[in-house]
RNA sequence: GGUCCCUUCGUCUAUCGGUUAGGACACCAGAUUUUCAUUCUGGGAAGAGGGGUUCGACUCCCCUAGGGACUACCA
């Protein structure tokens, strides 16, 4: 006998497509509450549609998944394995006398559906109360026998209390005519059997909930508390599509964020815990409670995806981002050789504080790969004139001879250059900084040169000077 | 059309009848600075509208407006 008090929460993604952030929030949700209640957090696959689930989108999903770090306590359930027990439960119902075969043919539906849109009801089938002799052996679906008196509570844990006239509520297919089981009636079921006791899922499902709650009453089930959370929207307040830029978690990793970055982000759209903003996963579960989750739907902001990715990325582990952004690098065709995998390597740490995402770490590291001697742009070129070019031979020099290549001792090298030459950092280190990097982003100075090494640094200084003007 | 949900700065949110309505991102200004960025300081910015209830409403109730979901033999 399983715990009957413990919280068993779960994400039942369609796979129809790939996991997008709204969904993939839904499971963030689900596995915190999970985590915060000392529960479990399971995951099934609602597949009963047989021709639109792919298994390419099965494995979308549980990619997005993983790649999230979202993971459940159990192997996951597909759905349509479980068709036998669907059967059982709506022969249950059929017994019970709760359902009933319903032989309309598709014109007849289509006409009832119109005359129910003018009249401002809802769908009802004249075979309620036929006799299913009448039917003979013609084509039929099961449909639930809703009541049509009284109301239907959902007491949901985000909304609040929602009261639904059953007169409102129409009586949904079970089976169909090949004899498959349809949402509803398997999201019940399985539910029921897999211990659910707290479903946590979009609000476009409100509505569904209430129709379900009657199918949990006529089996004589617990009904699982419900929490319906609003919908993720695009920044224009629209539903969240392809044009605002990405909806699906694959591209967001593809544009370089983080995944605890994500997370972190996710778990902030629609749920709060005061002014806290960056926060461990550790601390997410232990504050997450469904009570503080949001009633309005929340818009995605780039720019505090942004923000909060930035966070993440200066804490991340340097080897790690060094290993994602030389994969940045490949795919834009840029070749690595092993000192400038050396090289980017010591780039990471000092500019990775600018970055809001692996693909600006790659812009911003991209003056350690280029090849030499680095090509010049107009710009830097007529930087380089005679005087600045004779100044740049004595910098070589005077480079040359320190002995300490880091960060502080250069930049006192500088410091002390310039002071030689009786001229300030701005008179030469423009100059400087097109010789190393050409047109491409570097950090300060000290920086640039540390990344580089000294050989490498020498060389495209070198090679600046030995170029014909 | 019907049913249901939602509505605090541009955005994410705090407030759970009594606050100068707080924080974060973004934005603007200034400081720092060898580019870009970072960092620091300061600033502007909100309770959709209208009725109630109350000594007192962002907070409770009603109406309106504006968004959204559902209304499939999809999930």
């Known amino acids: 006998m399983t715990d009957r008090s413990a919280v068993v929460t779960r994400f039942a993604p369609s796979p129809t497509g790939d996991l997008h952030i709204g969904g993939a929030r839904t499971a963030l949700f689900n596995l915190l509450y999970a985590r915060h209640t000392g529960g479990r957090f399971l995951i099934r696959v609602e597949d009963t549609d047989r021709e639109r689930s792919t298994a390419s989108a099965v494995q979308a999903i549980f990619d997005g998944l993983a790649w999230l770090g979202v993971a459940a306590d159990a192997e996951p359930v ?13 022969a249950e119902l059929l017994a019970k006398g709760r359902a009933y075969k319903d032989f309309t043919i598709a014109e007849e539906l289509e006409a009832e559906r119109a005359a129910a849109r003018a009249e401002g009801r809802v769908v009802r089938s004249a075979w309620r109360d036929r006799d299913p002799a009448e039917g003979g052996d013609r084509p039929f679906v099961l449909r639930f026998k809703s009541p049509l008196e009284g109301e239907t509570l959902v007491d949901d844990l985000v909304k609040g209390p929602v009261r639904f006239q059953n007169k409102e509520l129409d009586d949904l297919v079970l089976l169909r005519t090949d ?6 009636l398997a999201v019940v079921a399985d539910d029921h059997d897999m211990g659910v006791t707290h479903v946590i899922r979009g609000d476009d499902h409100l509505n569904n909930a209430a129709r379900q709650t009657l199918i949990y009453q006529a089996l004589g089930w617990t009904v699982p508390a419900f929490a319906h959370i609003p919908l993720i929207h695009g920044p224009d307040g629209a539903k969240l599509s392809k044009r605002h830029g990405a909806q699906a978690v694959g591209e967001f990793a593809g544009q370089g964020y983080l995944p605890e970055g994500m997370r972190n982000y996710l778990a902030r759209l629609g749920w ?18 469904i009570a503080d989750v949001v009633k309005a739907p929340a818009r995605l902001d780039w720019a505090k995806l942004n923000f909060v990715n930035q966070q993440y990325m200066r804490h991340a582990d ?11 690098h490949q795919s834009r065709d840029v070749t690595i050789t092993e000192a400038g995998r050396a090289r980017l390597a010591a780039a990471i740490p000092l500019v990775k504080e600018g970055a809001h995402t692996t693909l600006e770490l790659a812009d911003l590291t991209a003056f350690t790969l280029l090849s030499r001697p680095v090509v010049l742009d107009e710009k830097s070129r007529k930087r380089l004139d005679s005087e600045t070019l004779a100044r740049l031979g004595r910098l070589h020099d005077h480079l040359n001879s320190e002995a300490q290549w880091d960060a502080p ?18 008179k030469f280190g423009g100059a ?4 190393l990097s050409g047109a491409a982003s570097a950090p300060d100075l000290a920086s640039a040169l540390t990344a580089l090494g000294k050989a490498e640094s020498l060389g495209r200084l070198g090679d600046a000077l030995s170029q014909p003007a």
């Open 272 to 289: 709060g815990h005061g002014d806290d903003e960056i926060f461990t996963d550790a601390q997410a579960a232990e504050w997450f409670d």
């Open 179 to 184: 004899d498959t089981p349809t949402y509803n």
């Open 409 to 426: 001792s250069l930049e006192a090298a500088l410091r002390k250059f310039a002071e030689i030459e009786g001229v300030g950092l701005g």
């Open 78 to 90: 597909f759905q349509h394995t479980r068709i036998d027990r669907h059967r059982e439960v709506v």
């Open 318 to 328: 340097d080897a790690r981002l060094t290993e994602m952004v030389a994969a940045v």
């Open 432 to 435: 400087l900084r097109s010789t």
